[in-house]
């Protein structure tokens, strides 16, 4: 079973999300980056981009499979997790640990799970 | 509805990650995960349960003719003993599918073929064997298991005398016993490295995986899945059929030359590849040299010409880079031309390299 922290919030399309120093930290969860495999490869955007809730905003490559991350909120790109970039890997060594964007200005936000909520999601998608 | 092979009870105990895959259930990859399965083929050794690829026996007294009527390869000379890879055209000199041969006797062979082709390939044998020939789909009472890996030959010598082992690449023994079990071991392989491909019947099946896991515990070998076994034979650059080959493709344009044998009095295919000369679209190996990864049925440009498609892409570990095949242009076939591939809406660079990618 995977691993569901219950102080975060999550998306059913598997990104976490976290409050913190008023911006929005977004992840890729554990059970994301175990239905991937071996990740090898990841596509950022840059600091000042916009994204869009609902919108793919990074390509996460596993050796077997491409996968989008889609934001839940609209807002800016106020930060990027270079180290991801270079070491990939992170992401499944500790997805809690390895933030992808940090998002600021935020206008807008989707529908968010509670950890219960979420491993529902997980559950009915391993069945 | 998909089938389970005799092993898959043992693929969910190992921890496998189970998917569907022409027609049957199996293993993408186990807990350990596609990067170090890949690693330990390279480095040690690993296990594949291929009990899902396609067997189909022929006899009597013009087997031979029949094969050599029906498959591209030559196998006229062929020792007993020996194991021939092959192509079987369709009229239009397309590959219906690629596939190995096995030769027991003068009249007995055994043809190996995709999981995927296995029953339209059967059909176009039936359809087309010459009157002496008969040809049987025994696919569902053969299991096999591939042991690939430097170390494969030391773990199978755990349980055979060596001397009882086939010693040279594509060939193979017979009835050699593994543990009480009768088994065809083949010294070919799908991935660039030493290694066995071990036949035997289905009920064998679960004692042979456990035999070969056990003797090999000490010396690195872990089970693998099909993730690994995909890059392992794109990193050792061998064709996959629906990639890199398909019915609109042919075998020189697939660079699968050495296995057509234009020499022979005829073959279904030969007419049509006659007439249409030398191919204007070939395959390459492609080192991504962007950003990204190149993955299949990509387009490839040069500028604002496109050149060709890609057939396979991934990420590759033990060559660590991101690697592709494609179809392109003979006139842009050179290595070293400098190419773009499409990944997904965003041009990634890209070289054209010889192959293949790793070479043990």
């Not at chain 2, 991101?322 to 050179?334: I, Q």
Request: charged share 20%.
């Amino acid at each position: 079973m995977s691993n569901i922290p219950a102080e975060l919030q999550y998306t059913a399309s598997h990104e976490w999300i976290k409050n913190e120093d008023g911006l929005v930290v977004i992840g890729l969860t554990d059970f994301a980056q175990s239905s991937l495999g071996d990740i090898v490869f990841i596509d950022l955007p840059q600091e000042g981009d916009a994204v869009t809730m609902g919108d793919s905003f990074a390509d996460v490559e596993s050796v077997k499979a491409v996968s989008g991350v889609f934001s839940p909120v609209s807002g800016t790109v106020a930060a990027v997790n270079s180290a991801l970039i270079d070491n990939p890997a992170l992401l499944n060594e500790n997805p809690y640990d390895a933030w992808l964007i940090k998002v600021s200005d935020v206008t807008n936000t989707g529908e968010l799970l509670d950890a219960a909520a979420y491993e529902a999601v997980c559950k009915s998608e391993e069945a | 509805m998909e089938l389970k092979t005799p092993l898959y009870d043992v693929h969910v105990e190992e921890g496998g990650k189970i998917v569907p895959f022409a027609g049957y259930l199996l293993p993408v990859q186990y807990a350990s995960g596609v990067i170090k399965e890949h690693m330990a083929v390279r480095q040690a050794a690993g296990l594949f349960d291929v009990s899902h690829m396609g067997e189909v026996l022929f006899t009597g007294p013009t087997a031979l003719d029949t094969l050599n009527h029906l498959l591209t390869n030559d196998f006229t000379n062929m020792p007993a003993g020996k194991v021939r890879y092959s192509v079987m055209c369709n009229d239009r000199g397309g590959v219906i599918d690629d596939l190995v041969v096995y030769k027991f006797s003068d009249e007995e062979y055994l043809v190996v073929v995709n999981a995927a082709n296995r029953h339209k390939d059967y059909a176009h044998m039936a359809a087309n064997l010459l009157p002496g020939t008969k040809a049987e789909d025994i696919s569902d009472s053969v299991a096999q298991l591939a042991l690939q890996g430097p170390a494969a030959p030391a773990i199978l010598a755990k349980l055979v005398p060596a001397e009882k082992l086939p010693q040279k690449y594509y060939t193979a023994v017979r009835d050699v016993d593994i543990a009480g079990m009768k088994c065809l071991v083949s010294r070919t392989g799908y991935t660039g490295e030493l290694g066995y491909e071990i036949y035997t019947a289905p009920e064998n099946a679960v004692n042979l995986w456990k035999t070969l896991r056990e003797a090999g515990k000490d010396d690195g070998l872990i089970p693998c899945g099909l993730g690994a076994r995909d890059t392992l034979r794109l990193e050792a650059a061998m064709p996959l059929y629906g990639h890199e080959m398909d019915e609109t493709i042919t075998p020189f344009e697939a660079g699968l030359d050495f296995g057509v044998k234009m020499g022979k009095p005829d073959f279904i295919g030969k007419a049509a590849l006659e007439a249409s000369g030398r191919p204007s679209r070939v395959r390459v190996g492609l080192e991504i040299t962007g950003r990204g990864i190149a993955r299949e049925h990509q387009p490839v440009f040069i500028g604002d010409e496109q050149i060709g498609m890609t057939t396979s892409g991934t990420h590759c570990p033990a060559v660590g880079k991101a690697l592709a095949m494609a179809l392109v242009d003979v006139s842009h076939s050179e290595p070293g031309t400098q190419v773009d591939v499409d990944v997904r809406g965003r041009r990634v660079g890209a070289v054209i390299v010889p192959l293949p990618f790793y070479h043990r």
